[in-house]
């Protein structure tokens, strides 16, 4: 036994593994990057997290954070090696405290899981990945997660009030307090907010909790063609409706849903827009109706529902598209690349022919849907992955779509983070100066740079 | 190593099914969930060496199917688990665990290595019919350990002209489930099913179930007991009892074959039915299958245990239709409150006990 493994051994017992098959379950997330970690470590408290910390700063060795590992740009692989800190197991809900609106967790929680603990209250954590039946919220924090909600609700930024993190000297801060605002210093929580692990280990996150809406009623808008779907979604906008979720489905992504389940009520004869409206049942009422008065002009269908059973299967069913093409096509496997850009609104419609474009002249097939009502676009690639030249195919039309985003004003990602996949990116969007910043501040709180080396163009 | 790579690849390593294994949930570490699976497999195919973790990984599957349930991609885990399994075996890899439920199995005919009869349950085999068309496949568990279980199928199904094969050997089910070749007894069986002219087999085991389903052939129909129990309802007499009982769904009845309803249906005959917290499709899984209870029984009873957090308040029995279900959750600490389903049915139609 090597006397790095002897020391984790002390401290974590069982709970740490270097065995091969362990190394490599944990040498990537969803994404396609890649690295072996020498050591997994699954912490129990945030004291074990600043022993492991300051011990690998002492002997220069390289710490990986990572939640469930559900993340689609590497920000989870460890890729120079050394511990990945498994914070999945910190999963404790410490405190629902409603008299001030919050609740306490670790953040090894689940997101849905958090959000069947405060149902019973009245109240609800906004921020809803697809991936939120099996994500943590500090991954969401570190990634600044969001969904088909952020159009009305924000980001998981949003909802921070208060981190407790461990530097990487093994120092633990906390970053806020439980008062819902504050004007003191600088924003150190949001900083941590996609900083994806290069700056601290988050131990603790108090969160702001949104209530309950009463009432969701469900706009099925069904259009010609992308252009005018977008010019729809932005009449709707521009008379003073914000949307709880606003979502294009592709005509692509219409058929797979449906040949996934015919029983899901989408129209798959155009491209989709789902408005989600929330609030009061008298207000949603007269939100789903203009809405509805709106889109009538353009649409080629329109449908109100407001079933929660329908809902719930419309939203179950846009949720888990994103991998389902393989059911349709076995040979077929989605590869996550080039899936989360984003635009200004505006752009969404020239965003979609881009991508429709650059997809024929590859011919590799995309289906593009997403949260319209941010810009931000998800683009299905799927590919044959035992194919060497149908993965070159993939590799430029990711690239191509990434090129499109930022000349159109846009991000390389709106919700899914940087991680290494999309590093090289980051250069060109955010500028050199600014990422001078970014690498200023990494190097004052990380000097040894030992926290998720080799993300963020860092 | 032969692996079905083209199934491998659909997997998007999402995650979806790390948020339900009911091992991950015991485990915790990523190499016990299904995605962890896929991923040491996608190792061996690269040229991994089987080491001990790699074994381990696969081999704590209890291949309960939740994950293919829940998988957006399509993928079926436990096919993939069970091929791996056969590969390594097929290479001489394999636990002691393993050697030794096989060698059991091949030695004896049955899963404990039994060298008495298997139908000492039933005392006057002299009316036995030598020709049918039904056959009740007691399998090992009910001829040897739930021998009551045994006898009232038997009486429950006698009345409809049911028999029971003269030497009945183990379905095949836990080799094939851990990797090793059922064939003889596979044989055997079919010899004695065609020698008796059977043209529906009916067993009261899910594991039986599922194996005489899929590794047995196509043109003997294979029914399960709350099938049979569901289609013949109003024949049975049944009185109902004062009861209220939650039902287990077994792994290898609900997900593998889609019985969910035919149980309940007999249940609401006799008593009052009130759900577990998870059920049918979401049902968690006993921890007793896929070869997990003999090669891991501390990880199969902690699994076991999280299964009766889900019993709910109020039932006086757990009823269920697997009596791999029904030992796994007896001795994690339900006792005499789990029975069969065809236990309590027979108290309902007056019995003897």
Not at chain 1, 246 to 251: H, N, Q
Not at chain 1, 252 to 275: H, Y
Not at chain 1, 320 to 329: E, K, M, N, P
Not at chain 2, 256 to 280: G, T, W
Request: glycine residues 8%; hydrophobic residues 40%; aromatic residues 6%.
């Amino acid at each position: 036994m090597s006397k790095t493994m002897e020391a984790l051994r002390e401290i974590f017992g069982c709970r740490v593994s270097a065995s091969l098959a362990e190394r490599y379950c944990y040498a990537s997330d969803a994404s396609q990057v890649q690295g072996m970690p020498d050591y997994v470590v699954r912490p129990e408290n945030t004291q074990e997290v600043s022993w492991l910390l300051r011990f690998c700063s002492e002997h220069q060795i390289p710490v990986t954070p990572r939640g469930a590992g559900t993340g689609l740009a590497g920000g989870a692989s460890p890729v120079r090696g050394g511990v990945v800190l498994d914070m999945s197991g910190m999963c404790k809900i410490v405190e629902i405290d409603i008299g001030n609106l919050q609740v306490i967790v670790q953040p090894g929680v689940v997101a849905d899981k958090l959000n069947l603990a405060l149902r019973p209250h009245g109240f609800f954590f906004p921020p809803d990945p697809g991936s939120s039946a099996m994500c943590t919220i500090g991954g969401m924090i570190s990634n600044n997660s969001s969904g088909m909600r952020s159009v009305k609700y924000g980001t998981t930024k949003n909802y921070l009030l208060d981190l407790e993190v461990v530097l990487a000297d093994g120092r633990i801060i906390r970053t806020g307090s439980k008062v819902l605002k504050s004007s003191a210093g600088y924003d150190l929580t949001r900083l941590f907010a996609g900083a994806e692990g290069t700056l601290g280990v988050i131990t603790e996150a108090g969160l702001k909790m949104a209530p309950l809406p009463r009432s969701r009623k469900l706009v099925l808008t069904c259009f010609q063609d992308a252009e005018t779907a977008g010019r729809a979604v932005i009449s709707v906008f521009s008379a003073g409706i914000t949307p709880s979720a606003c979502e294009i489905l592709d005509r692509l992504t219409c058929r797979v849903l449906k040949s996934c389940d015919p029983n899901v009520a989408v129209p798959d004869d155009g491209d989709v827009i789902l408005f989600e409206v929330d609030g009061q049942e008298s207000s949603t009422e007269e939100e789903a109706l203009q809405i509805a008065e709106i889109c009538r002009q353009q649409a080629l269908s329109v449908r109100v529902a407001d079933s929660k059973k329908e809902m719930d299967e419309i939203w179950a069913a846009r949720k888990l598209v994103g991998a389902a093409i393989s059911r349709l096509d076995p040979s077929k496997t989605r590869i996550y690349m080039g899936e989360d850009v984003g635009v200004p609104i505006s752009r969404i419609p020239s965003l979609i022919k881009k991508v429709q474009q650059i997809s024929a002249k590859l011919d590799i097939p995309a289906m593009k849907f997403g949260h319209i009502g941010d810009g931000n676009l998800h683009v299905a690639l799927f590919i044959d992955v035992m194919d060497d030249v149908q993965w070159q195919k993939l590799r430029l039309a990711a690239d191509r779509i990434h090129r499109a985003a930022l000349e159109m004003g846009g991000t390389v990602s709106s919700e899914h983070g940087i991680g290494q996949a999309r590093a090289e990116y980051l250069p060109e969007q955010m500028g050199e100066e600014t990422l001078q910043v970014m690498r200023s501040i990494k190097r004052a709180i990380d000097p040894a740079n030992i926290l998720n080396p080799g993300k963020l163009a860092l | 190593m032969k692996l079905d790579l083209r199934s491998i690849n659909r997997c998007v390593r999402c995650g979806t099914c790390r948020s339900v294994c009911p091992v991950f949930e015991e485990s915790g570490w990523e190499s016990a969930n299904t995605r962890g699976r896929i991923l040491v497999m996608k190792g061996l195919a690269s040229g991994f060496e089987a080491d001990k973790e790699v074994q381990e990984s696969l081999n704590t599957c209890t291949t309960c199917g939740i994950c293919t349930e829940k998988c957006p991609a399509g993928v079926n885990p436990p096919q993939l688990v069970e091929e791996a399994r056969r590969e390594l075996v097929a290479s001489g890899i394999m636990t002691a665990e393993q050697s030794d439920l096989s060698m059991r199995i091949y030695g004896s005919g049955n899963t404990f290595g039994e060298l008495t009869s298997r139908l000492a349950w039933l005392s006057d085999r002299s009316w036995l019919k030598a020709k049918s068309d039904y056959v009740y496949f007691v399998g090992c568990m009910n001829s040897y350990r739930y021998t009551e279980t045994a006898k009232n199928s038997f009486a429950l199904l006698s009345k409809f002209g049911v028999t029971v094969l003269p030497d009945e050997q183990c379905c095949g089910s836990p080799l094939l489930r851990t990797g090793f070749s059922a064939a003889r007894l596979v044989d055997a069986n079919v010899r004695q099913m065609k020698q008796i002219g059977a043209k529906t087999i009916i067993t009261g085991c899910a594991g039986c179930y599922t194996t005489l389903k899929k590794n047995y052939p196509a043109e003997i129909r294979i029914q399960s007991i709350p099938e049979f129990l569901a289609d013949h309802i109003s024949e049975l007499n049944i009185k109902s009892l004062p009861l209220k009982v939650t039902y287990h769904d077994p792994c290898h009845l609900g997900r593998h074959n889609k019985i969910y309803e035919q149980p309940r249906r007999v249940i609401e005959a006799v008593c009052e039915l009130r759900e577990m917290k998870a059920n049918r499709e979401n049902a968690r899984c006993c921890g007793g299958g896929g070869g997990v209870r003999s090669g891991y029984p501390d990880l199969s009873q902690q699994m076991a245990k999280r299964r009766l957090l889900d019993v709910p308040e109020g039932v006086d029995y757990i009823v269920t239709s697997c009596p791999l279900c029904v030992r796994n959750l007896r001795d994690a600490g339900a006792g005499e409150k789990v029975i069969d389903l065809v236990d309590l049915v027979a108290r309902a139609t007056g019995l003897p006990k």
